[in-house]
């Protein structure tokens, strides 16, 4: 893990987050001497909630918030399977609604409530659609799952907010709770173990039978 | 113990535990989030620091050049490993190209350079400094092109035959001559190959991720120069593998020279990019089957050619195995033939063989059924064989496939079918159905346990063996479990570390039956220490809700626990009862597919497999086995395909965006029904392989779904819909 003084931020290097991120929240102001941005990793502090609990970090700004949970904060129930947004395994809340982890940077998510898999619930006290998973079987290997299990979590929330999907019938109107709209707003996350017909039975026990 | 002659009663013919649907034991750490996989074992040493990898921008040639200098100054790296200061490196049994190249280079994205550094975005950016020179020599890429020069391969079978094939095809009334085409595959399991590396004294110690112990630590030390004494790997969780971590990989060989470089522990995964075509794949396949056929639907000919490639050194993919054995007819022939390509690194892929070639033979049977006008269900019935056909003094230690066939047909609604293809409409899709049977031999191989019944009546398990997502962790315990009758609570099960006895291991569906038959072994040697510590007679001895009955008494396990820790180690080896009994799986595939008339897209509406498998030890976690198989075969005929750069060597959709694998909605409600018969020829749990079972078949009965739907036959996979839409019915 990194931190202390040695890695300091630059005046410029600041500037330029600054620019990029604005509205990312106070920047700690430089120390150091403008140096070549290859020389000293920006950093930067960020402050959110994870799970609940107040985070304050120094970080790289080029670290991810998947790179931020699992790395520095070693809550490392949230996965890396492709770190390109293309597998979901990733799939954290923050303010509510589902991300890909890998996709957005720590330094993006000043004062932000994240909620990972860890948040959930944990052994021995479970949340019921993690209790589905097991009970279902929806999982094999178990790489997916944390992300699989954020995204049912998720997915039946928009449902009940009346987001609509790729393939709901209409945009004004509130989509139904069908097996269609429940794959299609999960295909985001792959499982290659196959488990995808027992994940459809734990999230219908949950979210009751559909329409 | 040594398994050589039929199973009769026994333990775990009780069925209190095994055969029982129980959820996963390590079930409420995967839904939380707390199983660690290897990357992730920040706890087992301090200081780790980061590795990054880099691998070959060419497919092949030599390294002339590599400036590591802005690399090395870039902050916080503290080292790099290339093969200029790896030190003097062998390669593992089990490798054929070299895990880290250079100077010569044998494939793309071949792992060159691993960078380590503080962060891993320092390591990220400074190995993306490194700029090396190469001098690219032409290869072969093209399987098509490099067929004519295919060799028959030095060893692994390369021609069968029986009869006289040649004067039967020649005779026959009713034939078929065709080529398929598989394409390459990639596992694209979902954990990056993953490792953290410390040394210690001489002695390396690697969290991993690999399937098979044994076989890591083995070309650990044999790539290393090391005594493999001073190896240890531990691989508890492994994120799926599909024979993809089989294997030594370059994660776990660069984790361990750049911890000795450094002087720290370090860690490295495999970018998603790279592991397409850094790690190995299915190779693809040119598959040529002639089919001889009486007017009454009885084969006569059988013949099956493969023609896939690989590096020098690699072995062919053994597409024609199954078809010595499905189907009965009097003239057969077999032939593999390997051509040398300058692809990455072909190899095992679940169900190697069998996945491919049935993709093949049994759109063949398809086509032959239809030619002879028969029912493909009945026309695979009545081929049959009750026999090894190549060696008919041989029997099947069991063999229920027709029972597959009828059960399947009958729970599917298979008399709905029209024979006639492009018949059946529902709104603007065609519908259609297929059917495909399965075949995958269930290998035996031995496998070691040790059980411990510590003082405070726990049962601890340990083996090195893995779980996949296959469920190992659940059958061990419900195996031990049911040997000493105790609760699956009072049961521990270690795996994965390569300080226990070696297992099966996890691979070719042979991890289920050989593991927990490892264990039987070991419980059997525990079971005779307890009832001596208890004078008790051993012949009559009852373990059963927590006591031993023997004449007249029963006496709890914890009385004999009390008085010390009870260890027993064993394992199971195998006599010549695989050799005097063919011993395999069956399957019977069942798929319903639309195919939208206007635009040819196809989706799986719905999907069966009957499996015989012998005895089915959790019918939970041996369903979500099948279940994913069929998904991957859903994959397989529809969508997986590495797409060749013929120009430059590589596979150039190398993501998971590009490379595209079944996502939900392109799965329906599956569903499987298991025989369940015990094969006591098999080992004492009577149980088969079945992991690999549901990607056999599964693909062409999708592909046979498509062609009833529509009439289009597709005879080079994957198919899609660019290969249907100019023959579309109106």
């Known amino acids: 893990m990194i931190g202390g003084d040695e890695f300091d931020i630059s005046r410029r ?27 000293s990793p920006t950093m930067m502090e960020v402050s959110f909630s994870v799970n609940g609990e107040a985070r304050r970090l120094r970080l790289d700004t080029r670290t991810s918030l998947l790179d ?87 997915v039946l929330a928009e449902l009940q907010a009346g ?49 | 113990m040594k398994f050589d002659a039929p199973a009769t009663t026994n333990p775990i013919d009780r069925q209190r535990f095994i055969g029982q649907p129980l959820d996963r034991i390590e079930g409420q750490l995967k839904v939380t989030g707390s199983a660690p996989y290897a990357y992730e074992r920040h706890e087992v040493v301090p200081d780790q620091a980061y590795g990054y990898i880099i691998g070959a921008g060419i497919a092949k040639g030599r390294i002339k050049a590599m400036d590591l200098d802005a690399a090395r100054a870039a902050p916080g790296v503290l080292g790099i490993v290339t093969a ?40 990220r950016a400074a190995a993306l400094l490194i700029r090396p020179d190469y001098e690219a020599q032409p290869g072969q890429f093209d399987l098509a092109a490099a067929q004519e020069r295919a060799v028959k391969p030095e060893s692994g079978d390369p021609d069968s035959g029986f009869g006289d094939f040649a004067r039967d095809y020649a005779q026959a009334p009713v034939t078929l001559d065709e080529t398929y085409t598989t394409p390459d595959q990639s596992h694209a399991m979902m954990e990056p190959h993953a490792s953290i590396a410390a040394w210690k004294d001489g002695a390396v110690t690697i969290w991993t991720s690999n399937q098979m112990i044994a076989w890591g630590k083995a070309d650990v030390a044999e790539t290393l120069g090391l005594p493999p004494e001073k190896v240890r790997l531990d691989s508890p969780y492994v994120g799926g593998g599909f024979g ?152 099947f230690s069991q063999r229920h496939l027709v029972e597959c066939l009828k059960r399947g047909a009958q729970r599917f609604g298979w008399a709905q079918r029209q024979a006639k293809p492009g018949q059946r409409r529902e709104g603007g899709a065609f519908i259609g159905l297929g059917v495909a049977a399965g075949i995958r031999n269930n290998l035996l191989t031995k496998s070691a346990a040790r059980v411990r019944l510590t003082r405070d009546c726990r049962l601890i398990v340990e083996t090195d063996m893995t779980d996949i997502g296959t469920g190992s962790y659940t059958i061990i315990a419900q195996t031990a479990a049911e040997m000493l009758g105790l609760p699956m609570a009072q049961v521990e099960v270690r795996l994965g570390d390569s300080d226990s006895p070696v297992s099966a291991g996890s691979g070719g ?51 004999a626990a009390r008085q010390g820790e009870l260890v027993a180690e064993d394992g199971i080896e195998y006599g010549d009862l695989a050799e005097r009994y063919q011993q395999s799986t069956f399957a019977a595939h069942f798929a319903e597919v639309s195919v939208d008339a206007a635009t040819a897209e196809i989706r799986v509406r719905r999907m069966l497999a009957v499996c015989d498998a012998g005895r089915i030890l959790n019918p939970k976690s041996a369903r979500s086995q099948v279940i994913g198989a069929m998904t991957m075969g859903v994959g397989a005929a529809l969508m997986e395909e590495l797409a060749v750069d013929h120009q430059r060597g590589y596979f150039a959709n190398h993501d998971l965006a590009g490379y595209e694998v079944p996502v939900h909605a392109d799965i329906p409600h599956q569903e499987v029904v298991f025989l369940d018969e015990p094969d006591p020829l098999s080992s004492p749990m009577k149980a088969k392989g079945v992991g690999e079972l549901g990607l056999c078949g599964a693909a062409a009965a999708v592909a046979n779904a498509v062609y009833n739907a529509t009439g289009v036959r597709v005879r080079d996979y994957p198919v899609t819909l660019d290969k249907l839409l100019a023959a579309m019915p109106a």
């Not at chain 1, 500037?15 to 941005?37: C, N, S």
């Not at chain 2, 200029?84 to 994205?109: M, Q, V």
């Open chain 1, 13 to 39: 290097a600041v500037l330029l987050g600054g620019g990029a991120l604005a509205g990312a929240g106070p920047v700690r102001a430089a120390t150091r001497k403008e140096t070549d941005m290859q020389d």
């Open chain 1, 68 to 154: 931020a949970l699992r790395e520095h904060l070693q809550l490392t129930g949230s996965k890396k399977g492709c770190d390109h947004g293309q597998c979901g395994a990733c799939t954290v809340l923050v303010q509510g609604r589902r991300i890909n982890s890998c996709l957005s940077l720590a330094v993006m998510h000043e004062g932000d409530e994240i909620t990972t898999i860890e948040g959930l619930g944990q052994p021995g006290e479970l949340h019921p659609m993690q209790a589905a998973f097991l009970h279902h079987d929806g999982f094999q290997c178990g790489y997916c799952t944390p992300g699989q299990i954020c995204s049912a979590v998720a």
């Open chain 1, 163 to 211: 987001i609509p999907s790729h393939v709901s019938p209409s945009l004004t109107e509130a989509p139904t709770l069908s097996e269609a709209e429940l794959r299609e707003r999960m295909s985001g996350n792959i499982c290659r173990c196959g488990a995808y017909s027992n994940i459809m039975e734990a999230m219908r026990e949950i979210a009751g039978e559909p329409a």
């Open chain 2, 84 to 123: 200029a200061n790896a030190g003097k490196l062998g390669k593992g049994k089990r490798n054929t190209a070299r895990l880290l190249g250079g100077p010569e280079i044998e494939h793309y994205d071949q792992a060159i350079a691993i960078v380590v550094a503080e962060s891993f975005e320092m390591a």
């Open chain 2, 244 to 395: 993809g971590k089989l294997f030594l990989r370059a994660d776990c060989i660069l984790a361990a020279l750049a911890a000795r470089e450094v002087g720290r522990p370090v860690k490295v995964a495999l970018t998603r990019p790279m592991i397409f075509n850094n790690t190995t794949h299915r190779p693809a396949t040119r598959q040529r089957i002639r089919l001889g056929a009486a007017p009454d639907g009885r084969l006569l000919a059988i013949a099956h050619e493969s023609w896939s490639g690989n590096l020098p050194g690699g072995a062919t993919e053994t597409a024609v195995h199954q078809t010595r054995l499905l189907y009965a007819a009097p003239g057969r022939l077999t032939r593999t033939r390997l051509a040398r390509l300058d692809l990455p690194e072909g190899n095992a892929m679940r169900a190697p063989g069998e996945a491919s070639g049935l993709m093949a033979l049994e759109v063949a049977m398809d086509e032959m059924a239809e030619r002879l006008g028969m029912d493909p269900v009945q026309f695979r019935i009545l081929n049959d064989t009750r026999v090894d056909p190549e060696n008919p003094g041989r029997p």
């Open chain 2, 509 to 559: 569906q042979w991890g289920a039956n050989n593991a927990t038959a490892g264990v039987y072994a070991a419980c059997v040697g525990l079971r005779q220490l307890i009832v001596a510590r208890l004078g008790l007679n051993e012949a009559d001895a009852v373990f059963a809700d927590g006591r031993v009955q023997s004449g007249g008494n029963r006496t709890a396990l914890a009385q």
